[in-house]
Protein backbone atom coordinates (compact mmCIF):
# COMPACT_ATOMS: atom_id res chain seq x y z
CA UNK A 1 0.00 0.00 0.00
CA UNK A 2 1.41 3.45 -1.22
CA UNK A 3 1.65 6.21 1.44
CA UNK A 4 -0.18 9.93 0.30
CA UNK A 5 1.85 12.92 0.40
CA UNK A 6 -0.06 15.42 2.79
CA UNK A 7 -0.87 18.50 0.41
CA UNK A 8 2.45 21.37 0.69
CA UNK A 9 1.30 24.33 3.41
CA UNK A 10 4.43 26.67 1.49
CA UNK A 11 6.41 26.61 -1.45
CA UNK A 12 9.44 24.05 -1.39
CA UNK A 13 12.38 26.14 -0.29
CA UNK A 14 15.31 26.46 -2.97
CA UNK A 15 18.37 27.74 -0.49
CA UNK A 16 18.35 26.15 2.80
CA UNK A 17 21.08 26.88 5.92
CA UNK A 18 23.01 24.55 7.03
CA UNK A 19 23.28 24.60 10.94
CA UNK A 20 24.04 21.30 11.81
CA UNK A 21 25.95 18.39 9.90
CA UNK A 22 26.26 14.29 10.67
CA UNK A 23 29.78 13.49 8.77
CA UNK A 24 30.33 9.69 8.93
CA UNK A 25 32.86 8.41 6.11
CA UNK A 26 35.13 5.66 5.49
CA UNK A 27 36.99 7.45 3.03
CA UNK A 28 38.98 10.37 4.93
CA UNK A 29 39.98 12.47 1.10
CA UNK A 30 38.51 15.79 1.88
CA UNK A 31 37.31 15.56 4.85
CA UNK A 32 39.01 18.44 7.27
CA UNK A 33 39.24 20.52 4.60
CA UNK A 34 35.52 20.29 4.47
CA UNK A 35 35.07 20.18 8.20
CA UNK A 36 37.32 23.66 8.01
CA UNK A 37 34.41 25.21 5.98
CA UNK A 38 31.40 23.71 7.89
CA UNK A 39 33.03 25.39 11.02
CA UNK A 40 33.98 28.59 9.71
CA UNK A 41 30.74 28.99 8.37
CA UNK A 42 29.25 28.23 12.15
CA UNK A 43 27.75 24.61 11.53
CA UNK A 44 27.67 22.27 14.37
CA UNK A 45 29.79 19.27 13.80
CA UNK A 46 28.66 15.75 14.75
CA UNK A 47 30.06 12.92 14.18
CA UNK A 48 31.30 9.27 15.11
CA UNK A 49 33.85 6.62 15.77
CA UNK A 50 37.18 7.30 13.13
CA UNK A 51 35.52 10.22 11.56
CA UNK A 52 35.21 12.25 14.56
CA UNK A 53 38.69 11.37 16.22
CA UNK A 54 40.02 12.39 12.60
CA UNK A 55 37.94 15.73 13.00
CA UNK A 56 39.43 16.38 17.12
CA UNK A 57 42.80 15.60 15.97
CA UNK A 58 42.37 18.25 13.58
CA UNK A 59 41.62 20.84 16.22
CA UNK A 60 38.24 20.87 15.28
CA UNK A 61 35.13 21.57 17.72
CA UNK A 62 33.08 17.66 17.31
CA UNK A 63 30.07 16.41 19.29
CA UNK A 64 29.82 12.08 19.07
CA UNK A 65 27.00 10.95 18.16
CA UNK A 66 26.49 8.40 20.94
CA UNK A 67 26.45 12.30 23.15
CA UNK A 68 23.67 13.87 20.64
CA UNK A 69 21.60 10.83 21.09
CA UNK A 70 21.96 10.08 24.89
CA UNK A 71 22.65 6.47 23.52
CA UNK A 72 25.95 5.04 23.65
CA UNK A 73 27.84 2.63 20.46
CA UNK A 74 26.70 -0.58 21.15
CA UNK A 75 27.41 -4.44 19.12
CA UNK A 76 31.08 -3.52 18.13
CA UNK A 77 29.78 -0.10 16.76
CA UNK A 78 27.10 -2.16 14.73
CA UNK A 79 24.32 0.29 16.83
CA UNK A 80 25.18 3.85 16.70
CA UNK A 81 23.52 6.03 14.53
CA UNK A 82 20.31 3.69 14.17
CA UNK A 83 18.57 6.03 16.74
CA UNK A 84 15.20 8.28 16.30
CA UNK A 85 17.45 11.59 17.17
CA UNK A 86 19.29 10.92 14.15
CA UNK A 87 16.49 9.38 11.47
CA UNK A 88 14.13 12.12 12.83
CA UNK A 89 16.58 14.93 12.39
CA UNK A 90 17.42 13.73 8.91
CA UNK A 91 13.34 13.02 7.67
CA UNK A 92 11.59 15.42 9.14
CA UNK A 93 9.97 17.74 7.25
CA UNK A 94 10.37 21.47 8.34
CA UNK A 95 7.22 23.03 7.04
CA UNK A 96 5.00 20.01 8.40
CA UNK A 97 3.28 21.24 12.37
CA UNK A 98 3.05 17.51 12.98
CA UNK A 99 6.91 16.98 12.09
CA UNK A 100 8.01 19.64 14.17
CA UNK A 101 5.58 19.23 17.34
CA UNK A 102 6.82 15.63 17.75
CA UNK A 103 10.72 17.14 17.35
CA UNK A 104 9.45 19.18 20.24
CA UNK A 105 8.16 16.59 22.62
CA UNK A 106 11.28 14.21 21.60
CA UNK A 107 13.69 16.70 21.97
CA UNK A 108 14.92 15.72 18.35
CA UNK A 109 16.96 18.81 16.56
CA UNK A 110 16.97 18.57 13.07
CA UNK A 111 20.09 17.63 11.05
CA UNK A 112 20.64 19.71 7.92
CA UNK A 113 23.57 18.25 6.06
CA UNK A 114 24.61 14.73 6.30
CA UNK A 115 28.27 13.26 5.06
CA UNK A 116 28.59 9.85 4.36
CA UNK A 117 30.43 6.98 2.22
CA UNK A 118 29.93 3.33 3.26
CA UNK A 119 32.11 0.51 4.75
CA UNK A 120 34.40 -0.14 1.74
CA UNK A 121 32.70 -3.54 1.03
CA UNK A 122 34.09 -3.82 -2.99
CA UNK A 123 37.53 -3.34 -0.97
CA UNK A 124 37.48 -5.74 1.35
CA UNK A 125 36.31 -8.19 -1.27
CA UNK A 126 38.82 -7.74 -3.64
CA UNK A 127 41.46 -8.08 -1.26
CA UNK A 128 39.90 -11.70 -0.96
CA UNK A 129 39.11 -11.40 3.04
CA UNK A 130 37.44 -14.19 4.20
CA UNK A 131 33.51 -14.41 4.68
CA UNK A 132 33.05 -13.48 7.86
CA UNK A 133 35.14 -9.91 7.28
CA UNK A 134 33.16 -9.75 4.13
CA UNK A 135 29.87 -9.74 6.08
CA UNK A 136 30.96 -7.39 9.05
CA UNK A 137 31.82 -4.58 6.07
CA UNK A 138 28.07 -5.05 4.92
CA UNK A 139 27.22 -1.28 6.09
CA UNK A 140 23.64 -1.01 7.53
CA UNK A 141 23.35 2.75 9.83
CA UNK A 142 25.35 4.28 6.81
CA UNK A 143 22.61 3.41 3.96
CA UNK A 144 20.10 3.52 6.03
CA UNK A 145 20.65 7.72 7.20
CA UNK A 146 21.53 8.10 3.28
CA UNK A 147 18.45 7.18 2.19
CA UNK A 148 16.86 9.29 5.01
CA UNK A 149 18.45 12.26 3.81
CA UNK A 150 18.12 11.65 0.16
CA UNK A 151 14.14 11.31 0.67
CA UNK A 152 14.03 14.35 2.67
CA UNK A 153 16.33 16.39 0.16
CA UNK A 154 14.03 19.30 0.15
CA UNK A 155 15.05 20.43 3.47
CA UNK A 156 18.73 18.45 4.02
CA UNK A 157 21.89 17.84 1.93
CA UNK A 158 23.02 14.23 1.33
CA UNK A 159 26.89 13.58 -0.10
CA UNK A 160 28.47 10.60 -0.53
CA UNK A 161 31.21 11.91 -3.03
CA UNK A 162 34.16 13.74 -1.78
CA UNK A 163 34.53 14.89 -5.37
CA UNK A 164 31.55 17.27 -4.00
CA UNK A 165 32.90 18.68 -0.84
CA UNK A 166 33.93 21.76 -2.63
CA UNK A 167 30.47 22.77 -4.52
CA UNK A 168 28.87 22.04 -0.75
CA UNK A 169 31.27 24.30 0.80
CA UNK A 170 31.37 27.30 -1.39
CA UNK A 171 26.93 26.99 -1.36
CA UNK A 172 27.54 27.25 2.42
CA UNK A 173 29.42 29.74 3.05
CA UNK A 174 27.30 31.98 0.51
CA UNK A 175 23.93 31.24 2.19
CA UNK A 176 22.87 27.73 2.18
CA UNK A 177 22.33 24.78 -0.46
CA UNK A 178 20.23 25.22 -3.27
CA UNK A 179 17.30 22.88 -4.29
CA UNK A 180 18.92 21.93 -7.75
CA UNK A 181 21.91 20.86 -5.77
CA UNK A 182 19.99 18.58 -3.17
CA UNK A 183 17.76 16.83 -5.66
CA UNK A 184 21.20 16.36 -7.75
CA UNK A 185 23.03 15.23 -4.74
CA UNK A 186 19.94 12.84 -3.77
CA UNK A 187 19.97 10.94 -6.80
CA UNK A 188 23.03 10.66 -6.57
CA UNK A 189 22.94 8.59 -2.85
CA UNK A 190 19.93 6.60 -4.46
CA UNK A 191 22.07 5.40 -7.06
CA UNK A 192 25.79 4.99 -4.47
CA UNK A 193 22.93 3.21 -2.33
CA UNK A 194 22.26 0.73 -5.06
CA UNK A 195 24.92 -0.24 -6.70
CA UNK A 196 26.42 -1.05 -3.16
CA UNK A 197 23.66 -3.20 -2.41
CA UNK A 198 24.17 -4.51 -6.00
CA UNK A 199 27.81 -5.43 -5.02
CA UNK A 200 26.18 -6.93 -1.98
CA UNK A 201 23.81 -9.09 -3.99
CA UNK A 202 26.65 -10.13 -6.37
CA UNK A 203 29.01 -11.36 -3.39
CA UNK A 204 26.71 -13.35 -2.02
CA UNK A 205 25.67 -14.75 -5.06
CA UNK A 206 29.30 -15.69 -6.01
CA UNK A 207 29.40 -17.33 -2.79
CA UNK A 208 26.53 -19.56 -3.60
CA UNK A 209 27.55 -20.33 -6.69
CA UNK A 210 24.72 -18.81 -8.79
CA UNK A 211 25.28 -17.63 -12.22
CA UNK A 212 21.84 -16.37 -12.70
CA UNK A 213 20.07 -15.40 -9.63
CA UNK A 214 16.30 -14.79 -9.21
CA UNK A 215 16.57 -11.39 -9.07
CA UNK A 216 19.62 -9.51 -11.35
CA UNK A 217 21.18 -6.41 -10.14
CA UNK A 218 23.46 -4.31 -12.23
CA UNK A 219 25.74 -2.05 -11.11
CA UNK A 220 27.68 0.97 -13.30
CA UNK A 221 29.34 4.03 -13.06
CA UNK A 222 29.56 6.40 -15.99
CA UNK A 223 33.10 6.99 -17.48
CA UNK A 224 32.12 9.82 -20.00
CA UNK A 225 29.19 11.18 -22.49
CA UNK A 226 29.77 10.47 -25.71
CA UNK A 227 29.24 12.43 -28.32
CA UNK A 228 26.46 10.28 -29.75
CA UNK A 229 26.18 6.40 -30.17
CA UNK A 230 26.35 4.12 -32.92
CA UNK A 231 25.01 6.90 -35.51
CA UNK A 232 24.65 10.30 -34.93
CA UNK A 233 20.78 10.38 -34.05
CA UNK A 234 21.51 8.56 -31.00
CA UNK A 235 22.78 8.78 -27.93
CA UNK A 236 25.10 7.09 -25.48
CA UNK A 237 27.83 6.80 -22.71
CA UNK A 238 30.54 4.86 -21.47
CA UNK A 239 30.50 2.66 -17.95
CA UNK A 240 32.31 1.19 -16.26
CA UNK A 241 31.80 -2.11 -14.12
CA UNK A 242 34.25 -1.60 -11.52
CA UNK A 243 36.11 -4.96 -12.32
CA UNK A 244 39.08 -3.33 -13.46
CA UNK A 245 39.70 -5.82 -16.11
CA UNK A 246 41.99 -4.16 -17.91
CA UNK A 247 41.12 -2.83 -21.54
CA UNK A 248 39.39 0.27 -23.03
CA UNK A 249 37.71 1.38 -20.33
CA UNK A 250 40.76 1.31 -18.39
CA UNK A 251 43.22 1.78 -20.17
CA UNK A 252 44.91 5.36 -20.22
CA UNK A 253 44.66 7.63 -23.73
CA UNK A 254 47.68 9.23 -24.42
CA UNK A 255 46.74 11.49 -27.35
CA UNK A 256 44.01 11.67 -30.28
CA UNK A 257 40.46 12.58 -30.52
CA UNK A 258 37.64 11.93 -28.01
CA UNK A 259 36.73 8.01 -28.52
CA UNK A 260 33.18 7.31 -30.22
CA UNK A 261 31.05 4.66 -29.47
CA UNK A 262 32.29 2.62 -32.49
CA UNK A 263 35.49 3.44 -31.24
CA UNK A 264 34.76 1.65 -28.56
CA UNK A 265 33.52 -0.93 -29.45
CA UNK A 266 35.60 -2.49 -32.10
CA UNK A 267 39.13 -1.00 -29.74
CA UNK A 268 37.51 -3.94 -27.55
CA UNK A 269 36.81 -6.66 -29.82
CA UNK A 270 40.32 -6.23 -31.09
CA UNK A 271 41.82 -5.72 -27.74
CA UNK A 272 39.83 -8.88 -26.12
CA UNK A 273 41.30 -11.09 -29.39
CA UNK A 274 44.76 -10.29 -29.47
CA UNK A 275 44.97 -10.92 -25.55
CA UNK A 276 43.91 -14.84 -26.61
CA UNK A 277 47.89 -15.37 -27.73
CA UNK A 278 50.95 -15.94 -25.95
CA UNK A 279 53.37 -14.70 -28.43
CA UNK A 280 53.14 -11.63 -30.05
CA UNK A 281 50.17 -10.50 -31.88
CA UNK A 282 48.29 -8.03 -33.78
CA UNK A 283 44.63 -7.51 -34.98
CA UNK A 284 43.59 -5.02 -37.08
CA UNK A 285 39.66 -4.51 -36.72
CA UNK A 286 37.26 -3.08 -38.70
CA UNK A 287 33.33 -3.17 -37.46
CA UNK A 288 34.17 -5.31 -35.05
CA UNK A 289 35.48 -8.21 -37.15
CA UNK A 290 38.95 -8.55 -38.10
CA UNK A 291 40.85 -7.30 -40.96
CA UNK A 292 44.02 -9.63 -40.17
CA UNK A 293 44.95 -10.97 -37.38
CA UNK A 294 48.95 -12.28 -37.20
CA UNK A 295 51.54 -13.77 -34.58
CA UNK A 296 55.77 -13.63 -34.98
CA UNK A 297 58.51 -13.25 -33.42
CA UNK A 298 58.30 -10.14 -33.00
CA UNK A 299 55.50 -7.25 -32.86
CA UNK A 300 56.77 -5.72 -36.38
CA UNK A 301 56.81 -8.84 -38.50
CA UNK A 302 53.30 -9.82 -36.63
CA UNK A 303 51.71 -6.62 -37.92
CA UNK A 304 53.15 -6.70 -41.24
CA UNK A 305 51.66 -10.50 -41.46
CA UNK A 306 48.35 -8.88 -39.95
CA UNK A 307 47.92 -5.62 -42.10
CA UNK A 308 49.07 -8.04 -45.20
CA UNK A 309 45.45 -10.07 -44.94
CA UNK A 310 43.27 -7.34 -45.80
CA UNK A 311 45.19 -3.72 -46.37
CA UNK A 312 42.15 -2.42 -48.17
CA UNK A 313 40.09 -2.64 -45.13
CA UNK A 314 42.59 -2.05 -42.82
CA UNK A 315 42.75 1.38 -43.84
CA UNK A 316 40.93 3.43 -40.66
CA UNK A 317 40.63 0.67 -38.76
CA UNK A 318 41.60 -0.35 -35.02
CA UNK A 319 45.12 -1.98 -34.35
CA UNK A 320 45.16 -3.93 -31.15
CA UNK A 321 48.92 -5.32 -29.76
CA UNK A 322 49.53 -8.14 -26.82
CA UNK A 323 53.53 -6.73 -25.86
CA UNK A 324 54.77 -3.10 -25.94
CA UNK A 325 54.60 -1.14 -29.26
CA UNK A 326 58.26 -0.39 -29.69
CA UNK A 327 59.69 2.63 -32.31
CA UNK A 328 59.92 0.36 -35.50
CA UNK A 329 56.27 -0.92 -35.45
CA UNK A 330 54.76 2.30 -34.49
CA UNK A 331 56.86 3.21 -37.73
CA UNK A 332 55.01 0.83 -39.78
CA UNK A 333 51.54 2.06 -38.46
CA UNK A 334 51.48 5.23 -39.11
CA UNK A 335 52.24 5.01 -43.02
CA UNK A 336 48.54 3.92 -43.22
CA UNK A 337 45.51 5.88 -41.28
CA UNK A 338 44.03 4.01 -38.37
CA UNK A 339 41.44 5.20 -35.51
CA UNK A 340 42.48 4.02 -32.22
CA UNK A 341 46.11 2.14 -31.50
CA UNK A 342 46.06 -0.04 -28.01
CA UNK A 343 48.58 -2.07 -26.78
CA UNK A 344 49.76 -3.00 -23.12
CA UNK A 345 52.46 -0.31 -23.13
CA UNK A 346 53.58 2.00 -25.61
CA UNK A 347 57.69 3.22 -25.68
CA UNK A 348 58.71 6.63 -25.60
CA UNK A 349 60.22 6.46 -28.70
CA UNK A 350 56.95 4.97 -30.36
CA UNK A 351 54.88 7.35 -28.29
CA UNK A 352 57.32 10.27 -30.09
CA UNK A 353 56.55 8.84 -33.31
CA UNK A 354 52.95 8.78 -32.61
CA UNK A 355 52.19 12.14 -31.75
CA UNK A 356 53.18 13.33 -35.45
CA UNK A 357 49.70 11.45 -35.91
CA UNK A 358 47.80 13.74 -33.56
CA UNK A 359 44.68 12.73 -34.55
CA UNK A 360 45.22 8.77 -34.23
CA UNK A 361 43.99 7.92 -30.51
CA UNK A 362 45.92 5.98 -28.62
CA UNK A 363 45.74 3.83 -25.64
CA UNK A 364 47.90 2.53 -23.12
CA UNK A 365 46.08 -0.65 -20.94
CA UNK A 366 49.38 -1.28 -18.79
CA UNK A 367 48.45 -5.34 -19.22
CA UNK A 368 46.37 -7.89 -21.14
CA UNK A 369 42.93 -9.17 -20.15
CA UNK A 370 42.72 -13.01 -19.27
CA UNK A 371 40.16 -14.83 -21.83
CA UNK A 372 40.23 -17.06 -19.53
CA UNK A 373 38.88 -15.27 -16.52
CA UNK A 374 35.31 -16.33 -15.71
CA UNK A 375 32.97 -13.18 -16.58
CA UNK A 376 29.56 -12.51 -17.70
CA UNK A 377 28.21 -11.04 -20.89
CA UNK A 378 24.88 -8.51 -21.02
CA UNK A 379 22.70 -8.34 -24.05
CA UNK A 380 19.40 -5.92 -24.13
CA UNK A 381 16.47 -7.38 -26.10
CA UNK A 382 12.88 -6.32 -26.05
CA UNK A 383 11.47 -5.98 -22.75
CA UNK A 384 14.15 -7.74 -20.87
CA UNK A 385 18.21 -8.81 -21.32
CA UNK A 386 19.95 -11.90 -22.16
CA UNK A 387 22.72 -12.27 -19.69
CA UNK A 388 25.37 -15.18 -20.39
CA UNK A 389 29.04 -16.34 -19.34
CA UNK A 390 31.30 -15.08 -21.44
CA UNK A 391 32.96 -17.35 -24.27
CA UNK A 392 36.10 -18.19 -22.87
CA UNK A 393 35.89 -21.92 -23.89
CA UNK A 394 39.90 -22.56 -25.13
CA UNK A 395 40.57 -25.63 -27.19
CA UNK A 396 44.07 -27.08 -27.00
CA UNK A 397 45.43 -29.90 -29.07
CA UNK A 398 44.91 -32.56 -26.49
CA UNK A 399 41.07 -31.41 -27.58
CA UNK A 400 40.79 -32.38 -30.99
CA UNK A 401 39.51 -35.41 -32.69
CA UNK A 402 40.83 -36.40 -36.24
CA UNK A 403 38.64 -37.90 -38.08
CA UNK A 404 39.84 -38.24 -41.45
CA UNK A 405 42.11 -40.68 -42.62
CA UNK A 406 44.93 -38.18 -43.17
CA UNK A 407 46.11 -36.61 -40.07
CA UNK A 408 46.94 -33.11 -39.78
CA UNK A 409 50.71 -32.04 -39.91
CA UNK A 410 52.30 -30.39 -37.14
CA UNK A 411 52.45 -27.22 -38.65
CA UNK A 412 48.87 -27.72 -39.74
CA UNK A 413 47.54 -28.38 -36.14
CA UNK A 414 49.75 -24.96 -35.17
CA UNK A 415 47.80 -23.37 -37.85
CA UNK A 416 44.34 -24.68 -36.89
CA UNK A 417 44.34 -23.75 -33.19
CA UNK A 418 45.26 -20.31 -34.35
CA UNK A 419 42.41 -19.79 -36.98
CA UNK A 420 40.03 -21.74 -34.66
CA UNK A 421 41.24 -19.38 -31.69
CA UNK A 422 40.99 -16.11 -33.91
CA UNK A 423 37.54 -17.65 -35.27
CA UNK A 424 35.97 -16.87 -31.59
CA UNK A 425 35.86 -13.07 -32.53
CA UNK A 426 34.71 -13.20 -35.76
CA UNK A 427 30.79 -12.59 -36.56
CA UNK A 428 28.96 -15.56 -37.64
CA UNK A 429 29.49 -17.60 -40.24
CA UNK A 430 32.87 -17.31 -39.51
CA UNK A 431 35.44 -18.76 -41.80
CA UNK A 432 39.15 -18.48 -41.29
CA UNK A 433 41.78 -19.85 -44.00
CA UNK A 434 45.37 -19.23 -42.19
CA UNK A 435 49.23 -20.03 -42.98
CA UNK A 436 51.80 -19.97 -40.14
CA UNK A 437 50.73 -18.13 -37.94
CA UNK A 438 48.65 -15.41 -39.55
CA UNK A 439 45.27 -15.04 -41.08
CA UNK A 440 45.17 -15.05 -45.68
CA UNK A 441 41.43 -14.61 -46.07
CA UNK A 442 38.46 -13.91 -43.68
CA UNK A 443 34.78 -14.32 -44.23
CA UNK A 444 32.27 -13.18 -41.86
CA UNK A 445 28.64 -12.48 -40.79
CA UNK A 446 27.13 -14.47 -44.21
CA UNK A 447 23.76 -15.90 -43.74
CA UNK A 448 25.55 -19.02 -45.53
CA UNK A 449 28.76 -20.98 -44.30
CA UNK A 450 29.62 -21.77 -47.89
CA UNK A 451 29.37 -17.97 -48.94
CA UNK A 452 31.98 -17.07 -45.96
CA UNK A 453 34.03 -19.36 -47.66
CA UNK A 454 34.42 -18.11 -50.81
CA UNK A 455 34.36 -14.67 -49.40
CA UNK A 456 37.39 -15.45 -47.34
CA UNK A 457 38.91 -17.47 -50.60
CA UNK A 458 38.01 -14.35 -52.90
CA UNK A 459 39.36 -11.44 -50.20
CA UNK A 460 42.75 -13.52 -50.06
CA UNK A 461 42.53 -13.84 -53.85
CA UNK A 462 42.91 -10.25 -53.97
CA UNK A 463 45.79 -9.62 -51.81
CA UNK A 464 47.76 -12.76 -53.25
CA UNK A 465 48.13 -14.25 -49.99
CA UNK A 466 45.87 -17.55 -51.46
CA UNK A 467 47.52 -18.26 -55.33
CA UNK A 468 44.74 -18.53 -57.89
CA UNK A 469 43.59 -22.47 -58.54
CA UNK A 470 42.56 -23.65 -61.64
CA UNK A 471 39.10 -23.30 -60.57
CA UNK A 472 37.25 -20.24 -61.46
CA UNK A 473 37.26 -17.41 -58.63
CA UNK A 474 34.20 -18.20 -56.39
CA UNK A 475 32.66 -14.48 -56.64
CA UNK A 476 34.27 -12.45 -59.67
CA UNK A 477 35.58 -15.36 -62.05
CA UNK A 478 39.33 -16.56 -62.80
CA UNK A 479 41.54 -13.68 -63.69
CA UNK A 480 39.83 -11.43 -61.55
CA UNK A 481 41.44 -11.68 -58.31
CA UNK A 482 44.73 -10.52 -57.40
CA UNK A 483 46.79 -12.99 -58.97
CA UNK A 484 48.42 -16.07 -58.39
CA UNK A 485 51.35 -15.21 -56.44
CA UNK A 486 54.14 -17.66 -56.42
CA UNK A 487 55.79 -16.03 -52.99
CA UNK A 488 52.43 -16.13 -51.23
CA UNK A 489 53.59 -19.60 -49.05
CA UNK A 490 49.77 -20.22 -48.47
CA UNK A 491 50.38 -23.43 -50.10
CA UNK A 492 48.78 -26.18 -47.55
CA UNK A 493 46.71 -23.36 -45.66
CA UNK A 494 44.48 -24.53 -43.08
CA UNK A 495 40.92 -23.23 -42.54
CA UNK A 496 38.61 -22.63 -39.21
CA UNK A 497 34.78 -22.39 -38.97
CA UNK A 498 33.14 -21.24 -36.14
CA UNK A 499 30.47 -23.79 -36.24
CA UNK A 500 29.81 -27.34 -38.05
CA UNK A 501 29.21 -27.51 -42.27
CA UNK A 502 26.05 -28.32 -42.43
CA UNK A 503 26.56 -29.36 -45.31
CA UNK A 504 29.67 -30.47 -47.75
CA UNK A 505 29.70 -27.71 -49.85
CA UNK A 506 31.16 -25.07 -47.90
CA UNK A 507 34.36 -27.31 -47.05
CA UNK A 508 34.42 -27.79 -50.68
CA UNK A 509 34.58 -24.10 -51.20
CA UNK A 510 37.50 -24.21 -48.59
CA UNK A 511 39.45 -27.30 -50.54
CA UNK A 512 38.90 -25.38 -54.01
CA UNK A 513 40.67 -22.41 -52.29
CA UNK A 514 43.91 -24.84 -51.68
CA UNK A 515 42.84 -25.58 -47.83
CA UNK A 516 44.49 -28.95 -46.94
CA UNK A 517 43.32 -29.22 -42.94
CA UNK A 518 40.22 -28.21 -41.50
CA UNK A 519 39.17 -27.52 -38.09
CA UNK A 520 35.40 -27.31 -36.82
CA UNK A 521 33.15 -27.83 -34.11
CA UNK A 522 30.91 -31.00 -35.75
CA UNK A 523 27.75 -32.03 -34.31
CA UNK A 524 26.17 -32.18 -37.73
CA UNK A 525 23.40 -34.93 -39.20
CA UNK A 526 25.79 -34.52 -41.71
CA UNK A 527 29.15 -34.63 -40.43
CA UNK A 528 29.81 -37.97 -42.45
CA UNK A 529 29.17 -36.54 -45.46
CA UNK A 530 31.59 -33.73 -44.57
CA UNK A 531 33.97 -36.46 -43.57
CA UNK A 532 33.42 -38.18 -46.52
CA UNK A 533 34.47 -34.87 -48.74
CA UNK A 534 37.56 -34.28 -46.77
CA UNK A 535 38.66 -37.84 -47.07
CA UNK A 536 37.92 -37.85 -51.06
CA UNK A 537 39.60 -34.65 -51.09
CA UNK A 538 42.56 -35.24 -49.18
CA UNK A 539 42.22 -32.98 -46.46
CA UNK A 540 42.82 -33.78 -42.75
CA UNK A 541 40.35 -32.53 -40.19
CA UNK A 542 40.02 -32.71 -37.02
CA UNK A 543 36.81 -31.61 -34.48
CA UNK A 544 36.49 -29.62 -31.48
CA UNK A 545 33.24 -30.49 -29.96
CA UNK A 546 33.25 -26.33 -29.00
CA UNK A 547 31.36 -24.17 -31.50
CA UNK A 548 32.06 -20.26 -31.08
CA UNK A 549 29.03 -18.09 -32.65
CA UNK A 550 29.21 -14.54 -32.05
CA UNK A 551 26.48 -12.42 -33.09
Known amino acids: MSVAAKPRTSPRPDRIEIKTALLSVSDKTGLIDL ?74 GTIDL ?39 HDFVTVVTDPSDYATIAEEIANGGTTFQTRQRLAAKTYAATASYDAAISAWFAKELDESFPQTLSVSATKIDTLRYGENPHQQAAVYSDGSGRAGVVTAKQLQGKELSYNNLNDTDAAFELVSEFDTPAVAIIKHANPCGVATGSDMISAYKDALACDPTSAFGGIIALNRPLDGATAEEIIKIFSEVII ?39 SGGWLLQT ?21 QELKDLLFAFRVCKHVKSNAIIYAKNGKTVGIGAGQMSRVDSSRIAAWKGRETGLIPLQN ?29 F ?23 SIKDEDVIKAADERGLAMVLTGMRHFRH
Not at 390 to 410: C, F, Q, S, W
Not at 474 to 486: S, W
Open 343 to 381: APEISDEAKAILAAKKNVRVLETGGMADPLAARMTLKTI
Open 471 to 499: TPSPLRGEGQGGGDNPNSDAQNMVVASDA
Open 501 to 523: FPFPDGLLAAADAGATAVIQPGG
Open 35 to 108: AKALQTAGVKLLSTGGTSKAIRDAGLDVTDVSEHTGFPEIMDGRVKTLHPKVHGGLLARRDDADHIEAMTEQNI
Open 114 to 152: LVVNLYPFRETVAKGADYDNCVENIDIGGPAMLRAAAKN
Open 390 to 410: ADNGHITEADLKIVTKRKPTE
